[in-house]
C-alpha cells in the first residue's frame, strides 16, 4: 500500500510541474497590457465649420493622434496623454474641423499611435459639404421634347392721360428702366384707345420707345365714344352701350386709331374690341360682342392687326364659348383674351374659384391647340388688398409673402395653364411694377416695386420662347421651364414656398454654361451660386426660401 501512494503523489507531482512550465514557457500569447484606440472607426461630420467628439480607450500607455495628411480639421483636444501605470481608462476627444465650401465631400484620416509599442488605431472623418447642411436638395427633372404653347410675353398698361395725373404718367427713363436693353425684360406694352382722337398723340413716345426695344403694343377702347352710344338700365342703372345701328362706325373708329398709331410710328400688333364687356365702360351683352366680331372683326383685321376678344372682366365663358363655338367669330379672332378679377389663384378656397380656373387652363388644348391662334392672353388683373387702409401696416402689397402668393403664384398657374402672355394692370402705381408719387407706394417715384421683379423673372426667362416639361420632387417649388427654337437654350422660373434654401439638382446633358438670379424679400434680381453637378451630367443652383429663382442652361 505505502508502495502505491509513493507512485500516486510523483504522478500528481509530476502534472503538476508540467502545468506550470507549460504556463510560463508555452505557446500561449501574453494577456495585453498596453494598448490605445479609437472607440469607432468612422465619423461623419457636418459641411458647416464645427466641433465633434470621439472616444478612445488606452491602458499603461502614453499616446498621441495626428493627421497623415494636412486636412479640414484645425484641431485635436487633447492630442497625446496617457501614461504607463494607469489601467482601462477612456478619454474624449474634441475635434474641430472647418466649413467644406467646395462642392464635392471629402475626409481627412486620423492616426491614434500606442507610444509604448508603436501599434496604430485610425480613424476615418467624412465631411459633406456646406451646401447639404444650408441647402435641402431637391431635383428638378426637365424634359424638352414634351413642348407646350408658345410664350408671347409680359408686360403692363401704360397709366392713361384721362384717368391719372400727370405726375404719375410714365417718363422716358422710366419706360426705357422697364423696356429697355438693361431693363425689367418686358415685351408687352397695352394702351388705351382713347374716345377723343385729340388725345391720341398722348401715348406715341412712350409706345415708340417700348416698340423700338422689340415690344409688342396692343391696344383697347373702354369707351365706344358719346357719339355713337345710348344708354340702357343694367342692374337698376343707366350704363353706356354701343348702338347696333353704329357698329360699322365704332369698328372704323377702332381702324382709324389704328391708323394714326401706325402713321405716327407705332405699329400696333393687337387690338381688342372691348374692354371688359360685361362691366360698366360699355356694356355689351355676348351675342351682341359675337355679332360685331362676326360683322366686322375681318374688317379690322384687314389693317393687318390681329383681334382680341372678348376681353371679359373674368373671363367668363359666357362671352367666351359664344366666340369660340362659332366658325366665323373664331375665325376672325386671332387672340382669346379676359382678365381674372374673379378669383383664380385660391382655388381650395371653393368650387366657383376652381371652376374657373379649370375653364380657363382648358382652352388651349381644348379649343386653340393646332388652329393657328395666338393662344389665351391674361390682359389685365392687379393685386392692391388693404389700399383703402390708413394703417400701412395692412397695405398687404407691401408684403413680400402678399407678392409671392398672390401675383408670383398667379403667373405661375397662368404659364401651367397654357397661357401665352401675362399683363398687368398699371405698369407705374402703388401696387404695380414701379412707384408712383402715391404716398402708399412701398418705394420711391420711378423705382421698381417687388411686383416688377417678379413680372422680370418671367419677361426675362419665359418670353419668345416654349414652355416644357418640368417636375421637382418638392411639393413646396413650383416651377415652369421653357426652351428657345433653336432648343440650344433652356430657362426655368421657380418660386420657393419653403422658408428652407434649397440646391437645385437638375441633370442634363451637354450643358455649356448655366446662370441664375433670384429676388427675396431682401435681395432684387441677385446673381446666385451655380455650377457644374459632381456627374458631369447637369448642373445646381442654390436659392433661398421664400424666393422666386430663374436659371438659364445653355447646351
Known sequence: MKHLKFILCTILFSLSYFACEDETNGDEPIKEVSYARFMQKDMTVSGLAGVSMVMIEWAETEWEISSETAGFVTDISPSQGGNTTDKNRNVRIKITYGANTTVQSRSQKLVLTNKTTGEKSELLIEQGTEISALYKETTVIV????????????????????????????????????????????????????????????????????????AIIFACPWDCTDALADKITRNGEDVKHLKHENYEAYAN?????????????????????????????????????????????????????????????????????????????????????????????????????????????????????????????????????????????????????????????????????????????YLKRFYGMMGDNDNRTPVASGEITKNGYILSHYAKYAAGKTRIKVNTSNENLLATAYTNAAGNEITLVLLNFSSEAMNLQIPLSNVKSVDAAETTENKNMQQITTGALNTGSGVFALISGNSIASIKITL
Not at 146 to 157: K, L, V
Not at 165 to 177: Q, V
Not at 343 to 352: A, H, L, N, Q
Not at 370 to 379: A, H, R, S
Open 143 to 214: 424634359d424638352k421634347n414634351a413642348q407646350y404653347q408658345y410664350i408671347a410675353g409680359f408686360g403692363g398698361m401704360c397709366n392713361p392721360k384721362i384717368w391719372l395725373g400727370s405726375n404719375n404718367l410714365i417718363t422716358a427713363d422710366e419706360m426705357n428702366k422697364m423696356y429697355g436693353p438693361d431693363g425689367l425684360g418686358y415685351n408687352i406694352l397695352r394702351l388705351m384707345i382713347y374716345p377723343n382722337q385729340n388725345d391720341w398723340a398722348a401715348d406715341v413716345a412712350g409706345a415708340k420707345i417700348a416698340l423700338q426695344n422689340g
Open 253 to 425: 373708329h377702332i381702324v382709324s386709331y389704328i391708323n394714326y398709331m401706325k402713321d405716327n410710328g407705332v405699329r400696333l400688333y393687337a387690338v381688342s374690341v372691348q374692354n371688359e364687356p360685361d362691366m360698366d365702360f360699355t356694356y355689351w351683352t355676348p351675342s351682341e360682342m359675337l355679332d360685331f366680331v362676326k360683322r366686322y372683326g375681318a374688317t379690322i383685321r384687314a389693317t393687318g392687326v390681329k383681334l382680341m376678344s372678348p376681353e371679359a372682366c373674368g373671363f367668363q365663358p359666357e362671352y367666351t364659348d359664344p366666340i369660340l363655338n362659332d366658325a366665323q367669330a373664331f375665325d376672325n379672332t386671332d387672340i382669346v383674351a379676359g382678365h381674372l378679377y374673379q378669383g383664380f389663384v385660391k382655388v381650395e378656397s371653393g368650387s366657383y374659384v376652381k371652376n374657373r380656373h379649370d375653364y380657363i387652363c382648358s382652352l388651349y388644348n381644348s379649343k386653340l391647340l393646332g388652329k393657328g391662334k395666338g393662344g389665351w392672353w391674361m390682359t389685365e388683373h392687379l393685386y392692391n388688398d388693404g389700399e383703402s387702409e390708413t394703417d400701412p401696416a395692412k397695405w398687404e402689397f407691401w408684403k413680400w409673402e402678399y407678392n409671392m402668393v398672390n401675383l408670383a403664384k398667379e403667373i405661375h398657374l397662368c404659364m401651367d395653364g397654357y397661357c401665352s402672355a401675362y399683363i398687368y394692370w
